[in-house]
T-cell receptor, first 116, second 113 residues
């Protein structure tokens, strides 16, 4: 099975711009979570989507948003970019078979965003 | 509440053992361990579940003490390939299922020849 894929892998933007990142989960996985990784803050949860609905949300400002499509692919958007948004953005997918079982998250390679 | 990992960094020689600890101030229902090499995605190693079930990597073991709200990852006879940053993640139980993992700050492990 192909792993989680993310596009683009690298991105350079300037302050005030907006950006959209894409994530394709492992085939058959229904849950997609997004994380921001920075040297200072580590791995921080952004949000999770399941069945096209945001199921969980982290403590990030409203400039960060996302969505999920019917094929489970997900996008996240950051509007009005700030220098502090420079980070590695990781998405992770899990099967979530709806059995109340705790399952593994599998990470994609990430998108490295640099805001100038 | 973010789990706390210790130590922050460790340097080993090949063949030596290491233990990485993960503590939480909240009740733990599961602990998820990942390893991340520089410039790569975190790779799943192991899940420890409340009740003792353990699933994961064949050459790395772990323990889960529910009463102490702690987990420890044991790396025995370390190999060069073990180098990387190890993260523990705990499930925010209020979220249901696996959607919202809260990660520790990471432990950097360097294995030297």
């Amino acid at each position: 099975k192909a792993g989680v894929t993310q596009t683009p892998r690298y991105l350079i933007k300037t302050r005030g711009q907006q950006v959209t990142l894409s994530c394709s989960p492992i085939s058959g996985h229904r849950s997609v979570s997004w994380y921001q990784q920075t040297p200072g803050q580590g791995l921080q949860f952004l949000f999770e989507y399941f069945s096209e609905t945001q199921r969980n949300k982290g403590n990030f400002p409203g400039r960060f948003s996302g969505r999920q499509f019917s094929n489970s692919r997900s996008e996240m958007n950051v509007s009005t970019l700030e220098l502090g948004d420079s980070a590695l953005y990781l998405c992770a997918s899990s099967p979530d078979r709806g059995l109340s079982r705790i399952e593994t998250q599998y990470f994609g390679p990430g998108t490295r965003l640099l805001v100038l | 509440q973010q789990p706390v990992q210790s130590p922050q960094a460790v340097i080993l020689r090949e063949g030596e053992d290491a233990v990485i600890n993960c503590s939480s101030s909240k009740a733990l229902y599961s602990v998820h361990w990942y390893r991340q090499k520089h410039g790569e995605a975190p790779v799943f190693l192991m899940i420890l579940l409340k009740g003792g079930e353990q699933k994961g990597h064949e050459k790395i073991s772990a323990s889960f003490n529910e009463k102490k709200q702690q987990s420890s990852l044991y790396l025995t006879a370390s190999q060069l390939s073990y180098s990387g940053t190890y993260f523990c993640g705990t499930l925010d139980h209020g979220s249901g299922n696996t959607g919202k993992l809260i990660f520790g700050q990471g432990t950097t492990l360097q294995v030297k020849p």
